[in-house]
């Protein structure tokens, strides 16, 4: 099956500077890749994805960029906002996974104003 | 997207005993999953309901354990049985919508505490 892991766990960074939480999946046919952003005592809640057809893909201050090859992923916030703060998590789904989502272990997002 | 209706969304449960959450999509759905969040933790797929025949579950969660019934399209039960303090976590119902190639939807999730 798919095994994704994530790092860091967990990430301080001062407000107004950038984040970069990285990804990494065993199974080539993941073919969907998707990240989450989960604050305290909520739903996750997607805020962007990536196909494996496309590098990067980019929604104002995020982005995502994704290497088929090294099979990896990561997301990166510019511009970090205290609101920014959440637990953020990767996924991966393909034919492979029988179109599940299996997720990462999460990132703990601290932006210090 | 989807709006996805949990309930119940928290309740206390005695060891031993079993609760069965219910999941309501507004529309129609074909693939439908349970996953749990234990506290702190990240999101473990117990199985997909698929309609109209048992369940797939995941390595290490059993039916006997956590059935889970899809009589339509639009709605599934996942059921804890014979809880534990171990059970107690966040179980999340979640939809995919438009078809293999589309998005993951998040229920807002049910709590259990198992004393």
């Known amino acids: 099956g798919e095994n994704v892991e994530q790092h860091p766990s967990t990430l301080s960074v001062q407000e107004g500077d950038s984040a970069v939480i990285k990804c990494t999946y065993s199974?080539?046919?993941?073919?969907?890749f998707p990240w989450y952003k989960q604050e305290l005592g909520k739903r996750p809640q997607l805020i962007i994805d990536i196909r494996s057809n496309v590098g990067e893909k980019k929604d104002q201050r995020i982005a995502v960029t994704l290497n088929k090859t090294a099979k990896h992923f990561s997301l990166h916030i510019t511009e970090t906002q205290p609101e920014d703060s959440a637990v953020y998590f990767c996924?991966?789904?393909?034919?492979?996974?029988?179109?599940?989502?299996?997720f990462g272990t999460g990132t703990s997002l601290t932006v210090i104003p | 997207s989807a709006v996805i209706s949990q309930k119940p969304s928290r309740d206390i449960c005695q060891r031993g005993t079993s609760l069965t959450i219910q999941c309501q999509v507004d529309s129609q759905v074909t693939m439908m999953f349970w996953y749990r969040q234990q506290p702190g933790q990240s999101l473990t797929l117990i199985a997909t309901?698929?309609?109209?025949?048992?369940?797939?579950?995941e390595s290490g969660f059993v039916i006997d354990k956590f059935p889970i019934s899809r009589p339509n399209l639009t709605f599934s039960t996942l059921t804890v049985s014979n809880m534990s303090p171990e059970d107690s976590s966040i179980y999340l119902c979640s939809v995919r919508t438009g078809g293999s190639a589309g998005e993951l939807f998040f229920g807002e999730g049910s709590r259990l505490t198992v004393l």
């Open positions: 199974d080539s046919a993941s073919n969907y």
């Open positions: 996924a991966a789904s393909g034919r492979g996974t029988g179109n599940q989502f299996y």
């Open positions: 309901a698929n309609q109209g025949s048992e369940a797939t579950y």
